[in-house]
């Protein structure tokens, strides 16, 4: 009989993992340093800090206008598109300025803009969420950033409920949508062929918040966060990345695989295209960092990007663009913070893409 891995409760701890006592010397002591990744990530291109998932459902205005002084690093995407707060718009931000490009572009009638991510043909897909379905849209920037007309996937869709938990990913080629919904604390992960419209659906009976999708060709990583109930509140005892080949069979996330437990200071991680390396995002007290873990052994290999940051808080997201090779950071601050450059506020913003 087989061992479902996500119901095992030996672990009695309550609480959020706490910091590391310090980042360099956990991991830089851990292992030597393996061999580089490869270009299917490389952050060369810049890394940004975006803010996701605050209290407040109300846009910030100012916080648009406010630019960024100094030089960034013109080797990643120049342009983030992120949904307003209140899901009623798209805002497409200049990444070098701070400023926004064009008009917002309105959500469908009904419905309420949710998640973005990378669509991976220079477009962005969108997650629009009604009382029972999602639905997915596409949209597409001109060379200086406009947004285009925004269309509806044909054949994809949702049924059930989309909440701030929810988490999307398109794979690099664009032809599959991976979306997480909920019912309570229960996750249903739903994989839809962009093309054919066809959907596989993985279910567990295990309270838990499935984040930080990612794709490398068919396998999709996840970081499973299962949540028990302490003092009245859904508290995370644990962040684990799992990773699930969808070219399989559908059924129980108990099919996915373990691959690492994350570090103390991590919620965070993302699959690089060739399958071969998870990216985690750390942080302790003012210091942000990425740090590479060999998928195949599970133990860390090089850090390879930090950064002294006041007040940036926990790092909730990692992304990547389309070719995988520049990371996204999204963090509970609300501010954008880029490789070189200054940081640039984005308090308005519920999700963003590059």
Known sequence: MRRNPMNDERESRHEKPGRAAGLRGVWRAAVPVAAAIGVALVVGGGVDLVHSRQESDEPKPKSAKTTAVGKADTKGPRYVVGVRRSGTALVVRDIRTGDDVGLPVAAPQGQRFQRIASGGDGSYVVAAKTASKVTFQRLSLDKNGHPEALAEIPRVAVT?????????????????????????????????????????????????????LSWAGDTLSFVWNPVRKVKGKLVEIRHQVRTLDTGGPAGDLALSKAVLRLPKGSETAVLSQDGQTVVAGVTEQSQIALQAFSVETGRPTKVLWEKQVTGAGDLTGLDSDATGGHLLITGADGRLYIQGAPAVPAEDLADAAW
């Open 160 to 212: 059930g409920v989309s909440t701030p938990w929810s988490d999307l990913a398109v794979t690099a080629d664009g032809d599959k949508i991976a979306y997480v919904t909920y019912r309570g604390a229960r996750s249903r992960l739903d994989v839809i062929s962009v093309g054919t419209g066809q959907r596989k659906t993985w279910t567990t009976k295990a309270a838990a918040r499935l984040s930080s």
